[in-house]
């Protein structure tokens, strides 16, 4: 069968799998990417953790915080020369503030003549990529947090603290330091019960495809299953990830650690990350 290289080379940029490998793959999948990556990972050959595109074009993330909202924006423009630009910062930070105070959407008027208008000014094509504002009610903290100069990276957290603990400094700390972590760590999912039962399942079905060329009997291969289920997850839900201040405890421990010194409860509510050019599941 003839296998085009762009497709080896997509399947190479979203498994990390080496060439020949992504190549055999197509061939065997009858050139059906979303088959070719599954085989990949039941091989071992593919990160089954990697559900998130690449990035591939420039912008900037930007993030803001109210009394009762959260927003996050992606701005996208041609080169990274324009993401770094004065007026483009303004535009997005601009856009980011109206679209919050007046509940617009990314298509509407006030938006898309906002953006051709700073087209023809700074001579270069954008546009808005994607935009969310999530509301942050009573005894919610909310922080956002932007990496680097570049703006590339953009995080948005939400925490809940029980009475009247939410404005407390070690419980905004606490919300501020998971926003590193969101940033540094990219979860897939805030926990397992949020992750969708078709990924579960074939997760399942490539760990078992995995466990079986062990040549294990089947009581020890579904142990093996579990246990690789188990440690996946661990990988890709927030809550279950060690904390990046302190590996040796979950972030959900880390909360309750926070919540015990407080007098109260606190708990994960929501979160976003965003990066510049990367896939929105």
Do not use: W
Request: with cysteine; glycine share 8%.
């Amino acid at each position: 069968m003839d296998i085009k290289a762009s497709d080896v080379k997509k399947l190479r940029d979203k498994t990390g799998a080496g060439m020949m490998d992504c190549k055999k793959a197509l061939v065997d999948a009858g050139g059906d990417a979303a088959k070719a990556e599954k085989i990949l990972k039941e091989l071992g050959l593919a990160a089954a953790a990697k559900r998130m595109g690449r990035a591939t074009n420039e912008g900037r993330i930007f993030t803001r915080v109210t009394a009762d909202k959260a927003g996050i924006l992606e701005l996208s423009c041609e080169t990274d020369f324009v993401a770094r630009n004065n007026d483009f910062i303004a535009l997005g930070k601009r856009l980011l503030e109206t679209m919050m105070d007046k509940g617009l959407s990314a298509d509407s008027d006030e938006v898309n003549t906002e953006i051709k208008n700073a087209i023809s000014t700074i001579k270069e094509n954008m546009a808005l990529r994607r935009f969310e504002s999530l509301p942050v009610a009573p005894g919610e903290t909310a922080v956002d947090y932007i990496h680097g100069d570049g703006g590339n990276i953009g995080v948005l957290v939400k925490v809940k603290a029980d009475g009247d603990a939410s404005d407390s400094q070690a419980v905004r700390q606490f919300a501020f330091d998971l926003a590193l972590h969101v940033a540094a760590f990219r979860p897939a999912y805030l926990s397992a019960e949020r992750v969708e039962p078709s990924y579960l399942a074939e997760q399942e079905s490539i760990f078992l495809k995995q466990a079986q060329n062990l040549d294990k009997p089947e009581n020890v291969l579904q142990g093996i299953v579990k246990g690789k289920m188990k440690k996946h997850l661990a990988e890709i839900c927030l809550v279950d990830q060690p904390f990046v201040k302190d590996d040796k405890k979950s972030v959900a421990q880390m909360a309750a650690d926070v919540g015990k010194a407080a007098g109260t409860t606190v708990s994960v509510v929501d979160y976003r990350y965003y990066r510049v050019g990367e896939d929105a599941d």
